[in-house]
């Protein structure tokens, strides 16, 4: 398995940090709690393990490292004065079953990386500064996605705290577990008065910046998501004695509402995703009765996302009556779409020219959700995108970088950080 090539070219200390961070990636890789594979979700084991040795590298970079109400890893840098706002940097530390080793893990050692640089120089800027690992961005314990930054938002909701795992326990119950106060989660929250922005590092997920040859680039924006349930019920019979023009086969409807969402996708300019199925009574010589079915609908903006996610539930509709069966959908997510902040942005495009010598660094619109979006609604953001090698894979174990890329993207941060300090003021 690929991994990352050494770049000779990159400058020797820039080499050096990102030797650093990618062993440290490789170092969260065996906090896992699957045999042969990466996955670490939120109030686990792997979780306070992940926190505590992020924690020691925080404090190693001249952070004073703390874990908040909601279970996300924090490190604290001064600025120049008692009374300055601060600047967050920040990604998530959590991770999808059979992960990859650099996806939200990546930027935060990036993060890391540069305030141990600043540190090392003796270096106070107008704002400080605060890392945070996000607890739960990936949502896969509890579905809900964003956990640990729209507690930092100030957006977390109470009625989350009912959601329930595989196994049943709650929310509450597993906060608890870990230690935590479940009538305490909104403390994470950061006051929106006191915080100067938010920059993120993060791989791209995606071959676009591998096809341009380029190995940074800053986002434009992150699309507007939603995730629903959807159910096709039918009616179970014997796989033998029920005729073909007798039968309402659920699985049938269902995958004729998948075809639909490539159709609409395709057609509407939008990524539409059915990443789950789950049939019953699942035995192969029955007719399937029911047939659940996930859904995943993303777009540039909120009204392109709904409009394709009304053709799709027509044509769901349309398959169901076809078949004779019931259609029924429950949402479980929805992220609006968001757009980075100009001044921010041009500070991490200006990172870029510094570190990479371009002088119009590529632009990119995030298809995938980041903690970013939550953070939205707290304080003005900007993104830094990292090129994923291996045909721009993530989510799974072949995900890669190359050590060249991260110094690069270890110079453009801090760049862009020393930029936001130079033309600082507050972002109104």
């Known amino acids: ?73 924090r ?52 704002f400080g500064i605060e890392v945070i690992g996000f607890a739960d961005e990936e949502g896969v314990r509890f579905g809900r996605t964003l956990l640990g930054s729209c507690a930092v938002a100030g957006t ?43 920059l993120e590092a993060h791989i791209e997920q995606g071959p676009l910046l591998l096809d341009a040859g380029r190995p940074l680039g800053v986002v434009s924006g992150i699309m507007g998501a939603k995730r629903f349930d959807l159910a096709m019920e039918g009616e179970a019979g014997h796989a033998g004695g029920v005729p073909m023009r007798h039968r309402r086969d659920a699985l049938l409807g269902a995958a004729t509402a998948a075809l639909a969402v490539e159709q609409v996708a395709l057609a509407e300019g939008v990524v539409g995703t059915v990443g789950e199925m789950r049939v019953a009574p699942g035995a192969a010589n029955v007719i399937p009765g029911r047939a659940e079915f ?36 429950s949402l479980r997510h929805v992220a609006p779409a968001t757009s980075s902040e100009r001044r921010l942005s041009e500070a991490v495009e200006h990172g870029i020219s510094v570190a990479t010598g371009d002088r ?16 939205a609604a707290l304080a003005p953001y900007a993104m830094l995108f990292v090129r994923c090698g291996n045909g721009g894979v993530s989510h799974q174990p072949d995900e890669s970088v190359e050590v060249g890329d991260v110094a ?9 950080i020393l930029a936001v300090a130079q033309r600082w003021q507050p972002l109104a």
């Open 156 to 198: 977390w909701d109470e009625a989350w705290l009912d959601l329930a795992d595989g196994d049943g326990v709650t929310l509450r119950d597993a906060l608890a577990a870990f230690g935590l106060d479940p009538a305490r989660v909104g403390d994470a929250a950061l006051d929106p008065a006191r915080v100067v922005g938010y």
């Open 1 to 73: 398995m690929r991994r990352a090539r050494r770049a000779a070219a990159a400058p020797g200390g820039a080499l050096e940090d990102a030797v650093e961070a990618m062993r440290r990636c490789d170092v969260l890789a065996g906090v896992s709690a699957m045999e042969g594979g990466i996955e670490r979700v939120y109030l686990s084991p792997e979780h306070a393990r992940a926190n505590a040795q992020a924690g020691e590298w925080l404090e190693l970079a001249g952070m004073r490292a703390w874990e908040d109400a909601a279970g996300n890893i």
């Open 408 to 416: 690069l993207a270890i110079d453009a941060f801090e760049a862009a």
């Open 360 to 375: 119009e660094p590529m632009e990119l619109l995030s298809k995938a959700g980041h903690d970013a979006m939550a953070i």
């Open 294 to 329: 996930s859904l995943d609908v993303r777009a540039a903006t909120d009204a392109e996302r709904d409009r394709a996610w009304a053709r799709i539930r027509a044509l769901a509709v349309e398959a169901a009556g076809a078949r004779r069966l019931q259609f029924t959908e």
């Open 75 to 126: 490190g604290s840098y001064p600025g120049a004065t008692e009374d300055a706002p601060v600047l967050v940097l920040g990604s998530h530390l959590d991770t999808v079953p059979d992960a990859g080793r650099y996806d939200g893990i990546l930027g935060v050692m990036i993060a890391i990386a540069v305030v141990g640089r600043l540190h090392a120089h003796g270096a106070r800027l107008p």
